[in-house]
Nanobody, 115 residues
Framework: QVQLVESGGDLVQPGGSLRLSCAAS????????MSWYRQAPGKERLLVAS???????NYANSVKGRFTISRDNAQNTVYLQMNSLKPEDTAVYYC?????????WGKGTLVTVSS
């Protein structure tokens, strides 16, 4: 079992920045892939960014150049640095971990981009 706790969501103005954190209950060395997903109201949950245990990173086209995913192995934490935020980035952001054949989710953190 892996427990994930997200934090860092907030209300921010367009063009602003936020950093989300996802703290894992297990060593992230043992987790194959850690990802951030987001779900806007009335829409499906979509992948935002992912990072593998080997350091391979992928981003959704909509966030490339604005968001950065990173990991701190010592703190068992994955981060999502979000810059140049847009109203369309408004969503609940979820952390996901894949360990062997199991997937784990956090409860999410709300990001609202509005003036």
């Amino acid at each position: 079992q892996v427990q994930l706790v997200e934090s860092g969501g907030d209300l921010v103005q367009p063009g602003g920045s936020l950093r989300l954190s996802c703290a894992a209950s297990a060593s992230i060395f043992s987790i194959n892939v850690m990802s951030w997903y987001r779900q806007a109201p009335g829409k499906e949950r979509l992948l935002v960014a992912s990072i593998t245990s080997g350091g391979t990173i992928n981003y959704a086209n909509s966030v490339k150049g604005r968001f950065t995913i990173s990991r701190d192995n010592a703190q068992n934490t994955v981060y999502l640095q979000m810059n140049s935020l847009k109203p369309e980035d408004t969503a609940v952001y979820y952390c996901n971990a894949i360990k062997t054949s199991s997937a784990y989710w956090g409860k999410g953190t709300l990001v609202t981009v509005s003036s």
